[in-house]
Nanobody, 126 residues
Framework: QVHVEEFGGGLVPPGGSLRLSCKVS????????IGWFRQGPGSEREFVAA????????FISNSVKGRFTMSRDNAKNTVYLQMNGLKAEDTAIYYC???????????????????WGQGTQVTVSS
C-alpha cells in the first residue's frame, strides 16, 4: 500500500518562498511519477508540476514556470516543490499525488493518479 503525505505549508508574505515536501512510503519511490496539484477556494483542482518516475522529465505549469521547481530524492522517498516569488493567487491547498503507470500525456490530469495525500495549506498574504 502506497502512502503519500505532504509537509511544509504555511503562511508567507507576497514575494516569499516555501518548500513543500511529499513523502511516499510503502513502496520504492523511483518508479513512481509524482504530481503536485492545488485547489483554491471555489476552484477546481489545478495541475502545478510533475516529475516522471525512472529518471523521466519534469513538467511545470505555465502559471508557475520560472517561480516553482520540482525535484526528487529517491533515497529519501521524497519529492520537493520549491516555490519562490509567491503571489496571493498561489494561495491554495497543495496536494501531492503518486502513480506508477502514467504516460506523459496524462501527467497533468489529476484523475490519472491513484494515490493522494491529505493536502497542505499554503497562504500568501501580508
Amino acid at each position: 500500500q502506497v502512502h503519500v503525505e505532504e509537509f511544509g505549508g504555511g503562511l508567507v508574505p507576497p514575494g516569499g518562498s516555501l518548500r513543500l515536501s511529499c513523502k511516499v512510503s510503502g513502496r520504492t519511490l523511483n518508479p513512481y511519477s509524482i504530481g503536485w496539484f492545488r485547489q483554491g477556494p471555489g476552484s477546481e483542482r489545478e495541475f502545478v508540476a510533475a516529475i516522471k518516475g525512472n529518471g523521466g522529465g519534469t513538467f511545470i505549469s505555465n502559471s508557475v514556470k520560472g517561480r516553482f521547481t520540482m525535484s526528487r530524492d529517491n533515497a529519501k522517498n521524497t519529492v520537493y516543490l520549491q516555490m519562490n516569488g509567491l503571489k496571493a493567487e498561489d494561495t491554495a491547498i497543495y496536494y501531492c499525488a503518486a502513480d506508477r503507470q502514467l504516460i506523459t500525456s496524462s501527467i497533468r490530469l489529476p484523475n490519472q493518479y491513484d494515490y493522494w495525500g491529505q493536502g497542505t495549506q499554503v497562504t500568501v498574504s501580508s
